[in-house]
């Protein structure tokens, strides 16, 4: 399996992921023409991909999701809640009905070669998830959009190979930054979006010797540096209550506007 994110970040995310047979999109946040330039990085074409993922209704997670499937008719996986959201959004325009399927957290699913499974995350949207993929022996999460971890994303984040993670925001830079008090707040909630501190602890209790690659994703422009979350996260890594240090994984930051490179399992 493959992951390669063509954007990720607070203003457009889609990120691919795949086999050699099985092409898949998780979300359709920024523009056809970037998510097809996205694609052409990994050697494919917009009529290649099987399935899109939807996580969430948030604009920077579908806002080329309707020019992309009226060009390239692929199926549009999401939540109940999520998908009835989407067809509410005008702004999309017109998206065929048959193109939506429902999956339901926790329950499995299979596209091609790939198995595919959500887990519900913490986020200030209808009903939002996070998604693995699996393969034979290998494994991927994406995860991002989560104001809080608990227990159970802990379970459900083990075991993987390869895994993006948010690390949305340096707390201080967003409590000192431009945003309104009430943005900074919703941003801070429960259903907001994980610090870099907390991705950091939470990848502290995921650490696992099969884990890998980590990228980090979803990180804010106004409120977070690149630089700044690999630095805090290693250190949260480094000083967390566990047998693993920062340099045994690779660790990357996703690029926002243009493709990361391509990470294999």
Not at 19 to 40: F, M, P, Q, W, Y
């Amino acid at each position: 399996m493959r992951m390669c994110p063509i954007a990720s970040g607070s203003s457009g995310n889609s990120i691919y992921v795949g086999s050699n047979t099985t092409h898949i999109l998780v979300d359709a946040g920024i523009s056809k023409k970037r998510i097809e330039e996205g694609l052409k990085s990994v050697g494919l074409k917009g009529g290649d991909i099987d399935a899109i993922l939807i996580t969430h209704e948030h604009a920077d997670h579908i806002q080329g999701l309707g020019v992309f499937v009226r060009k390239y008719p692929v199926p549009i996986y999401g939540t109940a809640a999520t998908l009835k959201q989407i067809q509410l959004t005008n702004s999309l325009g017109y998206i065929p009905p048959e193109l939506f399927i429902e999956i339901t957290p926790d329950k499995e699913f299979t596209l091609g070669d790939i198995c595919v499974s959500s887990m519900h995350i913490s986020h200030d949207a209808a009903d939002p998830v996070a998604y693995s993929f699996a393969k034979g022996d290998k494994h991927m999460a994406i995860a991002t959009d989560m104001g809080e971890y608990t227990d159970y994303t802990i379970e459900h984040l083990k075991g993987m190979d390869a895994l993006l993670l948010e690390a949305n925001h340096d707390i201080r830079m967003l409590q000192v930054g431009p945003y309104p008090y009430q943005l900074k707040q919703r941003i801070l909630s429960e259903r907001g979006h994980l610090s870099n501190e907390a991705a950091g602890r939470l990848l502290s209790d995921i650490a696992c010797d099969r884990l890998q690659t980590i990228i980090l994703g979803h990180l804010s422009k106004e409120n977070n540096l690149p630089e700044l979350a690999y630095e805090t996260v290693r250190l949260e890594i480094e000083t967390g209550d566990q047998e693993y240090h920062a340099d045994d994984f690779e660790m990357i930051v996703a690029k926002r506007s243009e493709p990361t490179r391509i990470v294999e399992v």
